[in-house]
């Protein structure tokens, strides 16, 4: 069954933006409109999200994870280790994101098979991942 068709004029420099735009993602013409509308969308759902105590929570999560690598920097114990996964293991129920990264390196740390650098690099993706579920549901 064919669909109805609607026509949408734009002046030429309009036309020429939507083009180059549709070049530069690969997308035809008839496909691009709706891209952009979709993500224009997705980006309020963004800015929305700022508003929201969701991301107030979030930040908090992430701070409370960085206060909590870096008390382990200074202090590598049983005692501060275990904390640090009780944290983990808050942030993947709350979340439900993929800790195990973090969760490794931080034992790994521990055992020292992972220097600060990869420790901070593990903790700066988990808040990624966060904010990731947080702003854009991913």
Same mark, same amino acid.
């Given at each position: 069954?064919?669909?109805?068709?609607?026509?949408?004029? $734009?002046?030429?420099?309009?036309?020429?933006?939507?083009?180059?735009?549709?070049?530069?993602?690969?997308?035809?013409?008839?496909? &691009? /409109?709706?891209?952009?509308?979709?993500?224009?969308?997705?980006?309020?759902?963004?800015?929305?999200?700022?508003?929201?105590?969701?991301?107030? =929570?979030?930040?908090?999560?992430?701070? @409370? $994870?960085?206060?909590? /690598?870096?008390?382990?920097?200074?202090?590598?114990? @049983?005692?501060?280790?275990?904390?640090?996964?009780?944290?983990?293991?808050?942030?993947? @129920?709350?979340?439900? =994101?993929?800790?195990? $990264?973090?969760?490794?390196?931080?034992?790994?740390?521990?055992?020292?098979?992972?220097? =600060?650098?990869? $420790?901070?690099?593990?903790?700066?993706? &988990?808040?990624?991942?966060?904010?990731? @579920?947080?702003?854009?549901?991913?």
């Amino acid at each position: 069954m064919r669909q109805k068709r609607k026509h949408v004029a $734009l002046v030429e420099s309009e036309w020429q933006k939507l083009q180059n735009f549709a070049e530069k993602q690969g997308l035809p013409m008839t496909k &691009t /409109i709706s891209f952009l509308i979709d993500n224009a969308e997705k980006m309020q759902d963004v800015r929305r999200a700022f508003y929201d105590s969701r991301v107030d =929570i979030a930040l908090w999560y992430c701070e @409370k $994870l960085a206060f909590s /690598i870096q008390a382990l920097k200074m202090n590598k114990s @049983k005692e501060q280790l275990q904390r640090v996964l009780k944290l983990l293991e808050q942030v993947r @129920k709350r979340y439900r =994101i993929d800790i195990s $990264l973090l969760h490794d390196v931080v034992n790994a740390f521990m055992a020292e098979n992972a220097n =600060i650098v990869v $420790l901070n690099e593990a903790l700066k993706e &988990t808040m990624k991942m966060i904010l990731r @579920k947080v702003m854009l549901n991913e």
